[in-house]
Antibody, heavy 124, light 113 residues
Framework: QITLRESGPTLVKPTQTLTLTCTFSGFSLGTSELSVGWIRQPPGKALEWLALIYWDDDKRYSSSLKSRLTIFKDTSKNLVVLTMTNMDPVDTATYYC????????????????WGQGTLVTVSS | DIVVTQSPDSLAVSLGERATISCKSS????????????LGWYQQKPGQPPKLLIY???SRESGVPERFSGSGSGTDFTLTISSLQAEDVAVYFC?????????FGQGTKLEIK
């Protein structure tokens, strides 16, 4: 059974850096073609793709947020970390991590398994 | 970046009737090398994470009822629910993963008429 769980602060102040951890079980990010992605959803709004990391440590980012995001993995501990700098109230959202499978040919991933998400509020 | 646009934004359908949601991408998501369309559909109910329904535009995820089907190619795609059930009330999102950055549609809210 594959599970993912997001953890991190529920409240951050503007200009602070957000650090979120995705801890997973049931698969290894050392396995070929697997990935973990981060997606967020402001309250009542659409999903927004943020970043992903592949089994081979290849990393991809949202164009609009690339300068603020960093993703890395610890394969031995089954976790992926996402950091987002210079947080703003518009970054208030539920942040999800999800397990993906590489689609080949330089593509992204579709996401079969998702965490429950963690709501992060940005407010002073 | 590829922009994905869904229509309509909301939809009300009677129980047992067909529901159809459209998704258009700003450029083709068909890979001619493997003849696969890099398009997925997700269902999201209140307070829950999205659930994968369809991938490769028309492949139904394991455990998803047969009344859900995906079709289309290139830039135009459709999610069809053949006979709407009460438990299908949700928001539906399409997702292109042809290239990164990936992108989601804005969502379609499906309700019972």
């Amino acid at each position: 059974q594959i599970t993912l769980r997001e953890s991190g602060p529920t409240l951050v102040k503007p200009t602070q850096t957000l650090t979120l951890t995705c801890t997973f079980s049931g698969f290894s990010l050392g396995t070929s073609e697997l990935s973990v992605g981060w997606i967020r959803q402001p309250p009542g709004k659409a999903l927004e793709w943020l970043a992903l990391i592949y089994w081979d440590d290849d990393k991809r980012y949202s164009s609009s947020l690339k300068s603020r995001l960093t993703i890395f993995k610890d394969t031995s501990k089954n976790l992926v970390v996402l950091t987002m700098t210079n947080m703003d109230p518009v970054d208030t959202a539920t942040y999800y991590c999800a397990q993906g499978r590489y689609g080949g040919y330089g593509s992204g991933s579709y996401y079969r398994n998702w965490g429950q998400g963690t709501l992060v509020t940005v407010s002073s | 970046d590829i922009v994905v646009t869904q229509s309509p934004d909301s939809l009300a359908v009677s129980l047992g009737e067909r529901a159809t949601i459209s998704c258009k991408s700003s450029q083709s998501v068909l890979n001619t090398s493997n003849n696969k369309n890099y398009l997925g559909w997700y269902q999201q109910k209140p307070g829950q994470p999205p659930k994968l329904l369809i991938y490769w535009a028309s492949s139904r995820e394991s455990g998803v009822p047969e009344r859900f089907s995906g079709s289309g190619s290139g830039t135009d795609f459709t999610l069809t629910i053949s006979s709407l059930q009460a438990e299908d009330v949700a928001v539906y999102f399409c997702h292109q993963y042809y290239t990164t950055p990936c992108s989601f549609g804005q969502g379609t809210k499906l309700e019972i008429k």
